[in-house]
């Protein structure tokens, strides 16, 4: 007997689920079948593929080896699959130009698009949000995956449809040997004597919603406006803070604070035109890969794991593609 196409998928879904049941219900098979197809790979390999018990399944040694390659395979036939598709089409373009600003997931896109899709894929990045749109509404990109504050949102009637990727709090980063450095959580208020510096211009969304969540905490901020190296380094210094993606790495010197009660937020959408060469099932598959690279990647540094503990209830990304999503508290 051979290992079938399906019994390396029930065995990568196994191993990514940690349980039969949670297996069937992600490939929509009964669990019986589930057994059925395991039973079959383990006859095929020889050996047992996982250790079962009440608690669920966890991978032999030659499980980790055969789910390694699964993942391999099933990877490289995916491609193919969204390559035929393509072919068989012809809608798709041989690469898919995206307009970005500056974000963690961004760095995903290199190997999200070519899994789903099948082709290559360019990105270009800017700060400023509204000048993204601006490119994917004159059809000079495909697509856009846009961090914004207090939107961004397209036009109405620009025939561009969203779908919100993750809803995140910001943090904000401080000097190392700063006076709240070592708190869990901190009140926006504590910081009203504090320099802001932040990248964006003095009218961008950004600066306005940092404006806007220190006037409701009763200050206005200083702000002042540097470019990433000098924003670090005056940090780094302690002569400035910074508003900070939660899952940004940490960096010498420096120290990342959560606030309290989440006054600042930062919301990250897929953006692309609804009768553009981009089918929607296609994009759909894209949302989901942002999606796990967001809880897998971006969400795994020690500060905002241990905030996602303290909140369980914030949700940071939307069970569904939807185009307006908020999270719980």
Known sequence: MELEFRHLRVVRAIADNGTLTAAAAELGMTQPSVTEALRRAERATGAPLFQRDAHGAVPTPLGEVVTAHARTVLTAMDRLDAATARHHSGTLPPSVRFGCTPSLLVANLTVAVPQVMGIGVEVRTGIDPAVQLSLLADRRVEAALVVGNLGPRPADGSGIECAVVAVEPLFVSVAAGHRLAGASEIDLCELADEVWCVADGPRSEGVEHLRQGCQRAGFTPRIRQADYTTAFQLCELAQAVLPMMPGSRRRT??????????????????????????????????????????????????????????????GTTPPEMVAEYAPGA
């Open 253 to 314: 010197g420096q120290t990342l604070v959560p606030l309290r009660d989440s006054p600042l937020r930062q919301r990250t959408c897929l953006f692309w035109h609804a009768d553009g060469p981009l089918p929607r099932s296609l994009v759909e598959r894209l949302w989901k890969e942002l999606v796990e690279a967001q809880h897998g990647i971006i969400e795994q540094t020690p500060v905002y794991q241990a905030w996602l503990v303290r909140h369980p209830r914030w």
